[in-house]
């Protein structure tokens, strides 16, 4: 079937899509602060409308205990059951732009300088949202294709998607599908470098409190007597990794999956080199476990970071107690829960008397790895190679995405990640942006993507 009505009227319309995104981007849809409510719920309904305006049935706005899921249907007239049925997600939320002072223009201001469109939400994942839903009204207003589409827009994915997995269960049934379209899962490394992904690694977060004297001592009169909870955090912390950068938890590694040949030659392959990496991260130098490359590190293996610590006052005092945060992603069959108990029997070998402690188990969840070769990845990859005119890259990324975990078990579904972010679009950051052209390719690339699944 040709495909080139739909990429025609892509073409025609990039204009009107491209000012469609900067009237979401105007919203300022920040899903953790209250005093945006009403802010989120204009977002939805500019969802909802523009589903609507493309020809999407039952397009519905459903409640959820926090923000609403923006939720649409569209049946082939002809495929019958045999026609493929793909779950769309998205979400319309976005982090809070602080601190304004380092953005260059407003961040809900959309700005565009040098083919990039700055803005909160540009990247992650608004742009990419409109993405998947441009190439869809591409095809419903130019082509009878034989696919079934459902559309899922959250509100709650930049707060852990905390009531995402509730809506799943109790609307199983409309949800049915064959597989998840995900274009939140991005990172290409450059302009004309797509990717597909095809393994999130899970986490577990802790957080670990030591309490030493009843209230802050004076150090000159308990100093020498009294350890201070900020040495023995300190201490703790340090010990948690060896010289080469391997957590120090025993049993740590001991569901890890071995990196095979094949897989090692095609992550090799990537461009997640040390030049990249030092040119993108701003470090004078990389770390980590030697007999890796950088790119199995930050994919393949499971790491163990400290992202927050507290304690103290500026004044001459032990402190009574000092806090840290510690945040470890987890590579596939690894268990949260297990993690938590090698965590809790190393604090209990190494603490010393001289403190009390306690650790408190504030989230976990699994990694997640999908097959490469399945016939809807392979119809992804071929239509990323025909927009882009270059194979794409395979790519283990080093964070998670909740809602992939969720289809998985809630739906038991699995998801096909892509997605058009530039590893320099500083989402969550400070002037976040788009890079124009790729989101363009973007969406030609779904085109092609859809009608491969009806080829096969």
């Known amino acids: 079937m040709s495909r080139s009505s739909a990429l025609k009227y892509l073409e025609e319309n990039h204009e009107r899509f491209q000012n469609e995104l900067i009237e979401l981007l105007r919203i300022p849809s920040i899903s953790h602060d209250p005093a945006h409510k009403a802010d989120m719920d204009k977002a939805a309904n500019w969802l909802a409308s523009k589903l609507r305006s493309m020809g999407i049935n039952s397009v519905e706005i459903l409640p959820t205990q926090g923000h609403s899921v923006v939720y649409g249907e569209w049946f082939a007239t002809r495929g019958g059951d045999s026609a493929p049925t793909v779950l769309i997600y998205g979400h ?47 095809i419903l207003k130019t082509e009878n294709l034989p696919i079934n589409i459902k559309f899922l827009i959250e509100g709650e994915e930049e707060i852990g998607s905390k009531h995402l997995n509730e809506f799943l269960a109790s609307h199983r049934e409309k949800l049915a599908c064959d597989f998840s379209l995900n274009t939140d899962a991005g990172g290409m490394p450059d302009a004309e470098t ?37 040495h023995v955090l300190s201490k703790l912390i340090a010990d948690l990794h060896d010289e080469n950068g391997h957590v120090t938890l025993p049993g740590f590694y001991d569901k890890v999956r071995k990196i095979d040949e094949e897989e090692h030659t095609e992550l090799a392959r990537l461009p997640f080199n040390d030049e990249f990496l030092l040119k993108h991260s701003g470090a004078p130098a990389l770390w980590g476990e030697p007999e890796f490359i950088p790119a199995e590190r930050i994919g393949a293996r499971p790491t163990m970071e400290v992202v927050m610590f507290t304690a103290g006052q500026p004044k001459s005092a032990i402190p009574a107690k000092a806090s840290a945060r510690f945040s470890f992603r987890l590579v596939p069959d690894q268990n949260p829960n297990e993690v938590h108990q090698q965590f809790k029997q190393y604090l209990e070998v190494h603490m010393p008397p001289t403190v009390k402690w306690d650790l408190q188990f504030i989230i976990g969840g699994p990694g997640i790895i999908t097959d490469r070769k399945s016939p809807e990845v392979l119809a992804m990859k071929a239509a990323l190679q025909t927009a882009f005119d270059k194979e794409p890259i395979f790519q283990r990324v080093g964070g998670g995405i909740g809602a992939v975990l969720m289809f998985k078990h809630t739906l038991g579904i699995d998801s096909v990640l892509t997605g058009f972010s530039l590893y320099d679009d500083n989402f969550h950051g400070p002037n976040e942006k788009l890079h124009l052209p790729t989101w363009k390719k973007g969406m030609n690339a779904l085109v092609h993507f859809f009608h491969n699944l009806t080829d096969q």
């Open 92 to 138: 319309y939320d976005v982090q809070s732009p602080e601190p304004l002072e380092d953005w260059k223009s407003q961040p809900f201001e959309p700005d565009i300088r040098n083919d990039n469109l700055y803005a909160r939400g540009s990247s992650d994942m608004k742009g990419q949202t409109l993405a998947s839903v441009n190439a869809v009204e591409a």
């Open 194 to 230: 797509s990717s597909i992904c095809y393994s999130l690694r899970g986490g577990a977060s802790f957080i670990l409190n030591i309490f030493g004297p009843g209230q802050d001592l004076h150090s000159g009169e308990y100093g020498g007597v009294i350890q201070n909870p900020i």
